[in-house]
């Protein structure tokens, strides 16, 4: 295999050191903007340079964000070119376009390391849907956002010093937006349930709500009754029906999402033949990533194409019925639907999930956090 890299960051520049001890791949030229020379590859910044190459069968893009990673992206497609990728949005947002258009190329593209990092999520959803029927996924699928909860539950900081010190620590961006604000885990839980139930979500349908608002007094109630806060993930299918949302959610101590630590990842499927199954780890970092995508590379080798058929075009009805906890803004919707109060903030009987994101659309300085369902 003879790999053009698109992007010499931190992924980009893992799988170079990992692909560089293989026999059965190699990278021959790297599109970069920045002064590198490299003993056994070809730096270019000229885009073109790679497209035009014939010897080159497989484009890997570690280049992140929309633009121009889609225009590479779309043009390695129709150069016959295998495309592998870690860029959870570009693949999330242009499912409908890139994965038609590979087929009809005859060319494979993969991006398992665009949800989980270095966990094998997608590849192992690809592996448990030829034997079942999956009828859920989702979880902690956002390291920035569990290290900035984790440290407010269990060193007390406030969501300012846990959200400084992540971008200390590198877990975080100096803008934050997309972890905070639960894009990144939108984008990835997307394009879990489309491969996961083999359909094509409309983005619009699925809401988010992240973190930006949570405080320290927040994290006190939860910890007084027993909870621990994480942003989660949900997707769920029920009798042709999908529902698929990111909130903040509160988890029974003693659970195992509520152990989870610092910037680590729990992402779950339930089959109705394997029922549970969890998988544990770094959902970013250079080495975890890269060594998904390298092993998408060894797929690519071994024949083994995208993880699931293209399906069709599908809005999320969200009607699952959930407490919250609500906290920041008041009116009477939440009034009516109130059911108790910890402190300052309401706790509201069932509603469904798209009504309580409704009402916080438009009390956006709000924060909620779903409650877990009582059996």
């Not at 021959?28 to 070809?42: M, Q, R």
């Not at 139930?197 to 949570?214: K, Q």
């Not at 659309?361 to 924060?367: I, Q, V």
Request: aromatic share 8%.
């Amino acid at each position: 295999m003879r790999i053009g890299l698109l992007g010499f960051g931190v992924v980009g520049r893992g799988v170079y050191e990992i692909t560089a001890a293989r026999e059965d791949m190699q990278v021959v030229k790297v599109l970069c903007l920045e002064d590198v020379t490299l003993p056994d590859a070809e730096v270019t910044r000229d885009y073109n340079a790679i497209l035009a190459d014939d010897t080159i069968d497989t484009v890997v893009e570690a280049m992140g964000g929309l633009h121009p990673a889609y225009e590479f992206v779309r043009g390695a497609i129709e150069a016959g070119k295998n495309i592998v990728t870690s860029n959870k949005a570009l693949v999330a947002t242009f499912y409908d376009e890139l994965l038609p258009l590979a087929e009809s190329k005859g060319v494979q593209f993969r991006c398992t390391a665009a949800v989980g990092g270095g966990i094998g999520w997608l590849s192992e959803l690809g592996r448990a849907r030829r034997v079942q029927t999956l009828r859920q996924v989702g979880g902690i699928m956002n390291g920035t956002c569990n290290y900035i909860l984790d440290s407010m539950t269990r060193l007390g900081l406030t969501y300012a010093d846990a959200l400084a010190q992540a971008q200390s620590l590198g877990y975080a961006e100096a803008n934050p937006s997309t972890d905070v604000d639960g894009i990144d885990t939108w984008h990835k839980v997307i394009l879990s349930s489309n491969i996961a139930f083999g359909i094509s979500l409309e983005h619009d349908s699925v809401p988010v709500a992240g973190i930006r608002s949570i405080s320290a007094e927040d994290v006190a109630q939860f910890t007084a009754h027993g909870y621990v806060c994480k942003l989660i993930s949900t997707g769920k299918r029920t009798d042709g029906s999908y529902s698929v949302y990111v909130q903040p959610t509160l988890v029974a101590q003693g659970e195992p999402e509520a152990a989870v630590p610092s910037n680590y990842n729990l992402i779950t499927f339930i089959g109705d033949t394997s029922e549970r199954m969890s998988f544990y780890g770094q959902g970013a970092g250079r080495y975890p990533t890269a060594y998904n995508v390298v092993q998408d590379c060894v797929d690519l080798l071994e024949g083994n194409g995208f993880y699931s058929v293209y399906g069709e075009k599908i809005k999320a009805v969200n009607d699952d019925m959930l407490c919250y906890y609500v906290r920041g803004a008041a009116d009477a919707w939440l009034e009516s639907n109130k059911a108790d109060a910890w402190g300052e903030a309401v706790i509201t009987k069932p509603v469904a999930v798209a009504d309580m994101h409704a009402w916080l659309k438009n009390h956006p300085g709000a924060f909620i956090a779903a409650l877990p369902i009582k059996n």
